[in-house]
């Protein structure tokens, strides 16, 4: 595994998709913007990869991210930019954050959230949820990440009820997977 601090992959000034609760793309907006107050309702993604064994992929946000900083989250989490489809926003991200070229992704559900963090902003996204596999070396990008590791997945979620250091997300993603669709996931992992 390398690290990589020279790539600055995100910036505030990038345009968003603006979309309603039916995924119907409604304008565009800075991430800035979207992510202010009480946030705008944007296109997100978020992924789950695991290991060979079934483990887990996951990450300690950078102390750089302006939310949840030093949290730790799903494999990765992100946003298509204006012009750009899901499943190539999820690639150029896997790529841009963790290295990851060769993964096939399965697309599970979509959901909509809020969650406020301090006073500082919000997310405010309809999030599609995918899984994969990986078998690779990963080269971490410094500037999104801090940390990353593989889990073991069958306490997880009550080891998200007891501590404050999940991100929102990851907690309401885990908890669906685990529940709603145990079947796709345990072609995946043990849970």
């Known amino acids: ?5 020279k790539n600055i992959v995100s910036y505030d000034h990038e345009n968003l998709i603006i979309v309603d609760f039916e995924d119907n793309e409604i304008g565009n907006l800075s991430k800035l913007e979207c992510h202010k107050n009480k946030g705008v309702l944007h296109r997100a993604f978020s992924i789950f990869l695991f290991n060979t064994n079934g483990q887990l992929l996951i990450q300690k946000r ?3 991210k302006k939310l949840w900083p030093l ?3 799903n494999t990765c989490c992100s ?3 204006k012009g750009e489809e899901i499943l190539n926003a999820a690639h150029r991200r896997l790529s841009d954050e963790l290295g990851i070229k060769k ?27 995918f899984l994969g596999k990986i078998d690779e070396d ?11 590791k593989y ?7 009550s080891k998200m ?3 404050n250091e999940y991100t929102p997300w990851f907690e309401m993603e885990w908890h669906t997977l685990s529940t709603t669709y145990q079947k796709t996931l345990r072609q995946y992992t043990t849970i």
């Not at 595994?1 to 601090?5: A, D, H, L, Q």
């Open 1 to 5: 595994m390398k690290n990589n601090s």
């Open 62 to 64: 950078s102390s750089q």
């Open 71 to 73: 949290f730790w989250s």
């Open 79 to 81: 946003h298509p930019r």
């Open 103 to 129: 993964v096939i992704l399965e697309y599970v559900y979509k959901f909509s959230y809020t969650a406020e963090y301090k006073n500082i902003g919000s997310e405010n996204e309809l999030c599609s949820v």
């Open 138 to 148: 990963l080269d971490i990008n410094e500037n999104e990440i801090s940390l990353v």
């Open 151 to 157: 889990i073991e997945t069958r306490d997880l979620l």
């Open 161 to 163: 009820e007891n501590k």
